[in-house]
């Protein structure tokens, strides 16, 4: 009989385990969880906080007694594993017992940054069941909290400590909330949150914790019964370091494609070990737990004899914030431009259905695509409605190595109350298709500097929506009464806009046709307004 040990018992711990005994029914698999549950709902546990999930049972999705009863497991909780001995291929607990392998998983996933802010004992984190119970009991007659960090857990937590009616700061250090999204599509998300009664303070450094408010750099004190630090997670690659396994740069442990550290009986996976990126194969970090499960089956079958290995990683992820959805998938502009590529950026903001069905929403969308190879590099979508749908299909469309031009052509299902006839997806693959076609864009951030190079922005909406907002330096010409004014406008630079690049599409093409230099904004006003 030949023994796996498996260090950590939440997604890709237990999913190693639980797969390896299907493949295996004679293997010995021992787990070892730190804490004190394996299998865990993680991404739950902000919503324990906030009383929509309101049964704490329902978080536990496995105990050690039903893993021994059902898949024969050894499953070990309140557990550490402190050393790794690769000569004798044992690992030795807190307890001081030593535990024999033949093939170590590690899965321990990855620990909250603790930030060097004075005081930071006062914080609390959330990463699992243990954390939750102290933030709940931290929550009972509290009035105020501040959560340092405005990434998804953040955020979430944010959301619901708002439910149970705390008056809640978000403090972040950068110049806008969720690193995934790009600045016009977090600003939105940002504003929704304030709109809820969330306080978001940008470009705020904490420098003072105390027990019931906290301080930033500029003086400024926020009163905080509760204090988050949610500013991300870091490997927990302690046991790997200690045995001279080799780990990356940003601290994730190194492995090839069958999940094999630098020993090759040792396996990591989950939070704690690099990915390759699925758009340029370089590492990367991606806490998320679908690639965990994913990458957690596939050692099983590795382990059991299986030739398989792992694909890249596109870190598709979603959030929900007081009815709105945030989901991103690949890179982001900022990403991609530091990658050096040549880029063409499309922002769209249709409706999530047709819009003459009751409900409609608008979803804002944005695609990233090289220019050059017309590979679609990311998405960003933002919406109460269609935004995880949208989001899905170009993630799947990126793994099929679809184009951003065959987005027009993908086949999805409709009708009115799901869908427009053209969908959000094949609006995108029209307007790639129509700036490879000749289109030329302009984005929000260039406005500025191309009016100071002599453009003129021609506004074609209707006056009404002029006069409700426009663009500083902007003239209003409806785009109904646009071929009046051709002859002043020939031989001058010309960027047109509407409300959301729709209209203003047509008003390029009827430029472009009398042989006049246009550009289109690309998403319209809307996208401008959207970082106001």
Same mark, same amino acid.
């Given at each position: 009989?030949?023994?796996?040990?498996?260090?950590?018992?939440?997604?890709?711990?237990?999913?190693?385990?639980?797969?390896?005994?299907?493949?295996?029914?004679?293997?010995?698999?021992?787990?070892?969880?730190?804490?004190?549950?394996?299998?865990?709902?993680?991404?739950?546990?902000?919503?324990?906080?906030?009383?929509?999930?309101?049964?704490?049972?329902?978080?536990?999705?496995?105990?050690?007694?039903?893993?021994?009863?059902?898949?024969?497991?050894?499953?070990?909780?309140?557990?550490?594993?402190?050393?790794?001995?690769?000569?004798?291929?044992?690992?030795?607990?807190?307890?001081?017992?030593?535990?024999?392998?033949?093939?170590?998983?590690?899965?321990?996933? !990855?620990?909250?940054?603790?930030?060097?802010?004075?005081?930071?004992?006062?914080?609390?984190?959330?990463?699992?069941?243990?954390?939750?119970?102290?933030?709940?009991?931290?929550?009972?007659?509290?009035?105020?909290?501040?959560?340092?960090?405005?990434?998804?857990?953040?955020?979430?937590?944010?959301?619901?400590?708002?439910?149970?009616?705390?008056?809640?700061?978000?403090?972040?250090?950068?110049?806008?909330?969720?690193?995934?999204?790009? =600045?016009?599509? =977090?600003?939105?998300?940002?504003?929704?949150?304030?709109?809820?009664?969330?306080?978001?303070?940008?470009?705020?450094?904490?420098?003072?914790?105390?027990?019931?408010?906290?301080?930033?750099?500029?003086?400024?004190?926020?009163? =905080?019964?509760?204090?988050?630090?949610?500013?991300?997670?870091?490997?927990?690659?302690?046991?790997?370091?200690?045995?001279?396994?080799?780990?990356?740069?940003?601290?994730?442990?190194?492995?090839?494609?069958?999940?094999?550290?630098?020993?090759?009986?040792?396996?990591?996976?989950?939070?704690?070990?690099?990915?390759?990126?699925?758009?340029?194969?370089?590492?990367?970090?991606?806490?998320?737990?679908?690639?965990?499960?994913?990458?957690?089956?596939?050692?099983?079958?590795?382990?059991?004899?299986?030739?398989?290995?792992?694909?890249?990683?596109?870190?598709?992820?979603?959030?929900?914030?007081?009815?709105?959805?945030?989901?991103?998938?690949?890179?982001?502009?900022?990403?991609?431009?530091?990658?050096?590529?040549?880029?063409?950026?499309?922002?769209?903001?249709?409706?999530?259905?047709?819009?003459?069905?009751?409900?409609?929403?608008?979803?804002?969308?944005?695609?990233?695509?090289?220019?050059?190879?017309?590979?679609?590099?990311?998405?960003?979508?933002?919406?109460?409605?269609?935004?995880?749908?949208?989001?899905?299909?170009?993630?799947?469309?990126?793994?099929?190595?679809?184009?951003?031009?065959?987005?027009?052509?993908?086949?999805?299902?409709?009708?009115?109350?799901?869908?427009?006839?053209?969908?959000?997806?094949?609006?995108?693959?029209?307007?790639?298709?129509?700036?490879?076609?000749?289109?030329?864009?302009?984005?929000?951030?260039?406005?500025?500097?191309?009016?100071?190079?002599?453009?003129?922005?021609?506004?074609?909406?209707?006056? =009404?929506?002029?006069?409700?907002?426009?663009?500083?330096?902007?003239?209003?010409?409806?785009?109904?009464?646009?071929?009046?004014?051709?002859?002043?406008?020939?031989?001058?630079?010309?960027?047109?806009?509407?409300?959301?690049?729709?209209?203003?599409?047509?008003?390029?093409?009827?430029?472009?046709?009398?042989?006049?230099?246009?550009?289109?904004?690309?998403?319209?006003?809307?996208?401008? !307004?959207?970082?106001?």
């Amino acid at each position: 009989m030949t023994t796996t040990i498996i260090i950590g018992g939440v997604a890709g711990g237990m999913s190693t385990a639980t797969r390896l005994r299907r493949n295996d029914e004679d293997m010995e698999i021992i787990v070892l969880e730190a804490s004190g549950n394996v299998s865990f709902a993680n991404c739950g546990l902000p919503y324990y906080v906030g009383n929509v999930i309101t049964d704490r049972d329902a978080l536990l999705l496995q105990t050690p007694e039903a893993l021994k009863d059902r898949f024969n497991l050894d499953v070990r909780v309140n557990t550490r594993a402190v050393s790794i001995d690769r000569d004798n291929q044992t690992i030795t607990t807190e307890q001081g017992e030593t535990l024999k392998y033949d093939t170590l998983v590690l899965s321990p996933g !990855a620990n909250p940054i603790q930030l060097p802010i004075d005081g930071i004992e006062h914080a609390l984190t959330l990463r699992n069941v243990e954390d939750v119970d102290r933030i709940v009991a931290a929550t009972e007659g509290a009035k105020s909290a501040a959560v340092i960090g405005g990434g998804f857990i953040g955020l979430e937590l944010a959301e619901n400590f708002t439910h149970r009616g705390i008056k809640t700061t978000v403090i972040e250090r950068g110049p806008e909330i969720m690193a995934p999204l790009d =600045s016009e599509m =977090s600003a939105i998300v940002r504003k929704h949150l304030e709109a809820n009664g969330v306080t978001v303070l940008l470009n705020a450094d904490t420098t003072r914790i105390d027990t019931n408010s906290i301080t930033l750099s500029d003086g400024r004190t926020i009163d =905080s019964d509760i204090t988050i630090a949610a500013v991300g997670v870091a490997p927990a690659n302690e046991l790997a370091v200690m045995a001279g396994l080799e780990v990356g740069e940003r601290g994730g442990i190194v492995v090839d494609d069958e999940q094999r550290t630098s020993d090759p009986k040792i396996f990591a996976l989950g939070d704690a070990a690099e990915k390759r990126d699925g758009i340029d194969g370089t590492d990367t970090l991606v806490p998320l737990a679908q690639t965990a499960n994913r990458h957690g089956r596939m050692v099983a079958d590795i382990i059991a004899g299986r030739d398989t290995k792992r694909t890249g990683t596109l870190g598709t992820s979603i959030v929900g914030l007081f009815g709105l959805s945030a989901a991103s998938v690949g890179w982001n502009e900022r990403r991609a431009r530091q990658k050096g590529h040549n880029l063409r950026l499309i922002h769209l903001h249709p409706a999530d259905h047709a819009g003459y069905y009751p409900g409609a929403s608008t979803v804002h969308l944005k695609l990233v695509v090289n220019a050059d190879t017309d590979e679609i590099l990311g998405a960003q979508g933002v919406g109460q409605a269609g935004v995880d749908k949208r989001i899905d299909v170009i993630a799947t469309a990126m793994r099929a190595g679809l184009k951003a031009t065959d987005l027009a052509d993908l086949e999805l299902s409709y009708a009115p109350q799901f869908s427009s006839a053209k969908d959000p997806v094949n609006m995108a693959g029209f307007i790639n298709d129509n700036m490879i076609r000749g289109e030329k864009t302009v984005q929000y951030y260039e406005i500025e500097e191309k009016l100071a190079q002599g453009f003129e922005l021609i506004d074609v909406r209707e006056t =009404s929506e002029y006069a409700a907002g426009a663009i500083p330096g902007s003239r209003n010409i409806p785009l109904n009464t646009l071929r009046d004014h051709i002859d002043e406008l020939r031989g001058k630079k010309i960027i047109v806009h509407c409300q959301t690049g729709v209209r203003s599409h047509t008003a390029t093409s009827l430029l472009r046709n009398n042989e006049i230099d246009v550009s289109n904004l690309d998403g319209g006003y809307v996208t401008w !307004a959207a970082v106001q």
